[in-house]
């Protein structure tokens, strides 16, 4: 049906809130998780966005932010450049409720699978990291993906500091309770390490030697997948 008919399934969405239930925010989950019909739905609401009479459309502006973001993200219409500047003046991204970040993690999973619209990503990637430390599992597993698919269409040098950055942040998930999460992190590690260039690398090179005991450790876990050797 969305792909049929976008505007309808948008009209729908727009009058519920992601904030208001578990219900809500399933539908919204679900829309923006499929990328054939993504972009369509997102070309829709930022359409609907613009009408000034219906500018307001939820319970908070954080919201109508966070949405109206992500279908300027989907748009050609939009550089890299243009993008990163309208971000930097919210950077909605900071302090989300929890609700918000599920939302728009789900969105930048789907989207970030297009390379024209995982170049425009590199400026979330800063609070995506800082929203990690008291995230839910599946928002972390969320946001791996994104550091995946946009670090993987970056070139080394651009792509340089962030993967210092990161690799501080993989470490503790090693020890995660979920299996799915620490094989994950361990396989973003390694392809994270490789990414350095100039000065960076003498800080990769400590980083690495702190992860050699618990990767050494993780040799023995229970699940084969994360027991592979993620250095071979």
């Not at 969405?13 to 219900?23: E, I």
């Not at 243009?82 to 609700?99: D, I, N, T």
């Not at 361990?186 to 005991?213: A, T």
């Amino acid at each position: 049906m969305t792909d049929q008919c976008p505007r309808e399934v948008v009209t729908s969405l727009l009058k519920l809130s992601p904030s208001c239930d578990s219900a809500a925010l399933a539908m919204w989950e679900v829309t923006l998780s499929q990328p054939h019909t993504l972009e369509k739905v997102l070309r829709e609401v930022l359409s609907k966005l613009q009408d000034q009479r219906l500018r307001r459309m939820f319970s908070s502006s954080t919201e109508d932010t966070c949405i109206h973001h992500l279908a300027l993200l989907a748009s050609s219409d939009i550089t890299s450049e243009e993008f990163a500047g309208l971000y930097k003046v919210q950077r909605y991204l900071r302090r989300p409720s929890l609700v918000l970040l599920s939302l728009v993690l789900r969105g930048l999973v789907t989207l970030s699978q297009r390379p024209e619209t995982a170049g425009k990503m590199l400026v979330l990637l800063p609070d995506i990291m800082e929203t990690q430390q008291d995230a839910s599992t599946d928002n972390k597993m969320k946001a791996l993906l994104v550091f995946r698919n946009v670090m993987g269409r970056m070139k080394r040098k651009e792509a340089s500091p962030t993967a210092l950055q990161l690799v501080e942040k993989l470490l503790p998930l090693f020890d995660d309770e979920s299996s799915q999460l620490r094989e994950l992190s361990i396989c973003l590690f390694k392809d994270v390490i490789q990414m350095v260039v100039g000065n960076d690398k003498q800080q990769m090179k400590k980083n690495v030697r702190r992860s050699l005991l618990p990767l050494f450790f993780h040799m023995s876990d229970q699940s084969e997948s994360v027991a592979k050797d993620p250095t071979a």
